[in-house]
C-alpha cells in the first residue's frame, strides 16, 4: 500500500515537472531539478500529511510475532512469581483508562497495545504487570 503511494506522488510530481520545463531537453536538467523542488515545497502539506499518517500508522502496528511471545513468555513468569495477585477494580479501570484515553499506541480496534502486544484489559488486571512505556 505504501509503495503505491509512493509511486502515485512521484507519478504525479514527474508530470507536472514535465509540464512546466518541457520534456527532453538535456540543457534543462538543472531547471527540472529546481522546477521538482518548487513542485514539492508547494505541496509542503501532502508531505506532512503523509508524514503524520506514516508515523500513526508505525505506531499502531503490532510487535514480531516473536517478540510478542517473548512478552507472554516474561508476562506469564512475572505473574506466577508475584502470585497471581490482582489489583483492585479501581485501579484495573485506572489501567485501563490510561491506555484507552491518554496513550499513542493504543488500538481501539482490538483493545491492544501496539507497544508490547497484550490485550489491555488483561494486562491491567495483575500487580506484576506493567505498562512498556511506565505510564502506569
Not at 484507552?100 to 497484550?118: E, I, P
Request: proline share 2%; glycine share 2%.
Amino acid at each position: 500500500m505504501i509503495h503505491q503511494v509512493i509511486y502515485d506522488t512521484m507519478h504525479l510530481a514527474l508530470e507536472e515537472v514535465v509540464s512546466i520545463v518541457g520534456a527532453g531537453d538535456p540543457a534543462t536538467v538543472i531547471d527540472r531539478r529546481v522546477a521538482m523542488e518548487k513542485f514539492l515545497a508547494s505541496n509542503e502539506w501532502n508531505l506532512e500529511k503523509y508524514k503524520l499518517w506514516h508515523a500513526q500508522e508505525a505506531r499502531t502496528k503490532l510487535p514480531a510475532a516473536s517478540q510478542m511471545a517473548m512478552n507472554v513468555a516474561r508476562a506469564a513468569t512475572s505473574a506466577v512469581l508475584s502470585g497471581l495477585k490482582e489489583v483492585t477494580l479501581e485501579e484495573q479501570k485506572r489501567r485501563h483508562d490510561i491506555c484507552k484515553y491518554d496513550c499513542m499506541y493504543y488500538r481501539t480496534a482490538d483493545d491492544r497495545c501496539a507497544k508490547c502486544g497484550c490485550y489491555t484489559t488483561f494486562k491491567s488486571r495483575l500487580v506484576a504487570w506493567h505498562c512498556p512505556i511506565e505510564k502506569w
